[in-house]
């Protein structure tokens, strides 16, 4: 049998010492803990692109293809598979902001050194993946 499952894209923003952070809300999927800007891939689009467009969606920046980094892949099984890309975003044009009202409640940016306690799991260990330079995880998978 063949896999199918969701590919994601997952940007990490920062400033000096900061992250950009946003709480879920009224998506049905860890409402009420804090992520950072992520969004689906879609058929026939490749991940930059799906970074930018994710971008302009939720936080209403524009991104261009030379800033988007790679910094991991993540493996994960939370109950379904997922293939997860995070993405370092060097550079954008415009201020984040909530883009999407109905789906996010708090967007701010926050010390990567002491992140909410609500922050979901698997994100809050990309963010340290990313900051000791590991580029590949498995999650939730049992030996």
């Known amino acids: 049998m063949r896999a199918r499952f969701p590919v994601t894209v ?3 923003f920062f400033r000096d010492d900061k992250i950009l952070l946003l709480r879920r809300f009224n998506t049905g999927y860890r ?10 891939v879609d058929g026939n689009e490749t991940i930059r692109a799906a970074a930018a467009r994710e971008a302009a969606e939720e936080v209403g920046v524009g ?7 790679f910094s991991s892949v993540m493996h994960r099984n ?4 997922r293939v997860d890309f995070f993405l370092l975003v060097s550079a954008w044009h415009g201020e984040p902001a909530n883009n999407e009202p109905n789906k996010c409640d708090d967007l701010h940016w926050e010390n990567v050194n002491s992140l909410p306690q609500n922050t979901i799991p698997y994100v809050r260990q990309a963010i340290q993946n990313h900051l000791e330079g590991v580029h590949f995880d ?6």
């Open 10 to 12: 997952h940007l990490l």
């Open 31 to 40: 409402d009420g803990e804090y992520s950072i800007p992520a969004g689906h």
């Open 63 to 69: 991104i261009e293809k030379d800033d988007i980094f």
């Open 78 to 81: 939370e109950g379904d598979e």
């Open 138 to 143: 498995e999650l939730g998978w049992k030996d």
